[in-house]
């Protein structure tokens, strides 16, 4: 069975960081690109960031773009996604998902993260 | 940029009924076009995929169809684990992703 669990969210002040983490079971994690998604609260999905199989490769939303950064250890079967210099429009609920063949299949329960002084 | 719209952004309709969502993309898409259902507090659950294709476990009520610029999900009749938000996404121009608004389906 498919699983994707994030964790690593809480409350963070303005300007601060966190690292969200997303274990990946139930299947080869190298062979699949990966997806950052968030929701604000009562909102839509807005895509965040993406990484290729080996992490060589990697994009992001402009709204992060030189804040974030993802990352992977397909060792570990893990995703990672760094974020700096949060600001109170990043408060979301963040999900990790697969990709196949370019749209998501399976999503994690994802994390909150809350960005308030 | 893809801007996906979707239409109405909430559809009160009885269990049993049909239930008709609407896509609209600002420029072509293709066939790249995902259907995603989420129920309050928890996460997005694919649908369709490729505009039309069921994916794995998803009922045959659950059907998608249009190409290029429209795109519809239809709903044939309605159960009660069916009242949610649905969203579509484009997967063929990105950066960015994107996604629709959402369409929250309640019951009538």
């Known amino acids: 069975e498919v699983q994707l669990v994030e964790s690593g969210g809480g409350l963070v002040q303005p300007g601060g960081s966190l690292r969200l983490s997303c274990a990946a079971s139930g299947f080869i994690l190298s062979n699949h690109w990966m997806h950052w998604v968030r929701q604000t609260p009562g909102k839509g999905l807005v895509w965040v960031s993406r990484?290729?199989?080996?992490?060589?490769?990697?994009t992001y939303a402009d709204s992060v773009k030189g804040r974030f950064t993802i990352s992977r250890d397909n060792a570990k079967n893990t995703l990672y996604l760094q974020m700096d210099s949060l600001r109170a429009e990043d408060t979301a609920v963040y999900y990790c998902a697969r990709v196949n063949s370019g749209y998501n299949d399976y999503w994690g329960q994802g994390t909150l993260v809350t960005v308030s002084s | 940029e893809v801007v996906m719209t979707q239409s109405p952004a909430t559809l009160s309709v009885s269990p049993g009924e049909r239930a008709t969502l609407s896509c609209r993309a600002s420029?072509?898409?293709?066939?790249?076009l995902a259907w995603y259902q989420q129920k309050p507090g928890q996460a997005p659950r694919l649908l369709i995929y490729g505009a039309s294709t069921r994916a794995t476990g998803i009922p045959a009520r659950f059907s998608g169809s249009g190409s290029g610029t429209e795109f519809t999900l239809t709903i044939s009749s309605l159960q009660s684990e069916d009242f949610a938000v649905y969203y579509c996404h484009q997967y063929n121009n990105w950066p960015p992703l994107t996604f629709g608004g959402g369409t929250k389906v309640e019951i009538k």
């Open positions: 420029q072509s898409v293709s066939t790249n």
């Open positions: 990484i290729n199989h080996d992490g060589s490769s990697t």
